[in-house]
């Protein structure tokens, strides 16, 4: 992108900024804020705030596109420094996603050709990071999948306020076993996986499972569609005990 044209882009950028307080905010579904995948330090726990994640991340160059030209940097915990502005652009709270005790990740929405697009929620069409650069600074990256079966979290549907469906196999013409709608159900992934579908153990109990109070019922083996067909997820857990 030559100078002009990014130039235009920070225009562009600080205009929507400068509007976000005058939009008014749609309620946040189960799925549209989440991205597709979380970018997370491995190594030790970041705390739940902004600049947390910014410090550990300071210096990461940033781009208007895959292979475009750097447009500014992470700038610890004072924010994101563009360029072509001499504001400091707070990150926003969305573009973060707790998956610990007050531990947050950074939320992506695409990958391609060795970048990912991330802060959909600062910056009206996001930004691009490098995956070297990542490699780098030692942080990870997965797919909703892949962390969530490889973290073996335990799940339940109320979380995200959707009803699932437990199959006999990975695709919805399979044998229904049981409809999991309610804070009575605790889902387990085995670490199986098919497409958009994992293989889960479900306990149902009797009350509420985060009562303490409840006995449990009865137990199944079965698939469910962990993400929907754009790679979000269907399912979550309590990352601050129930």
Not at 158 to 185: C, K, Q, W, Y
Not at 221 to 232: A, E, F, I, R, S
Request: glycine share 10%; net charge negative; proline share 4%.
């Amino acid at each position: 992108m030559n100078t002009f044209l990014s130039c235009r882009f920070c225009l562009f950028l600080l205009c929507f900024l400068i509007c976000i307080p005058h939009i008014a905010h749609s309620q946040e579904t189960h799925f549209e804020n989440w991205g597709i995948g979380l970018i997370f330090d491995p190594n030790q726990d970041v705390e739940g705030h902004v600049g947390a994640i910014a410090e550990t991340l300071s210096g990461l160059v940033l781009f208007d596109d895959v292979d475009g030209a750097p447009i500014g940097k992470i700038l610890g915990t004072e924010g994101i420094q563009l360029s072509c502005e001499k504001q400091v652009i707070q990150t926003d709270p969305k573009d973060l996603r707790e998956y610990g005790y007050e531990i947050n990740g950074l939320m992506y929405w695409e990958e391609r050709s060795g970048y990912f697009r991330i802060l959909n929620h600062t910056f009206p069409e996001g930004i691009w990071i490098r995956k070297s650069e990542l490699i780098h600074y030692q942080w990870k990256t997965q797919s909703w999948m892949d962390f969530i079966c490889q973290n073996s979290l335990y799940l339940y549907p109320e979380r995200l306020g959707i009803s699932m469906n437990l199959r006999a196999g990975p695709r919805a013409s399979a044998a229904l076993l049981v409809t999991m709608h309610d804070d009575h159900f605790q889902i387990h992934p085995t670490g199986k996986t098919n497409g958009l579908w994992a293989e889960v153990k479900v306990d149902k109990y009797s009350g509420a499972y985060c009562s303490g109070e409840t006995d449990l019922e009865k137990s199944w083996t079965g698939w469910v569609k962990l993400l929907d067909d754009k790679g979000h997820p269907n399912l979550w857990t309590y990352t601050r005990g129930c």
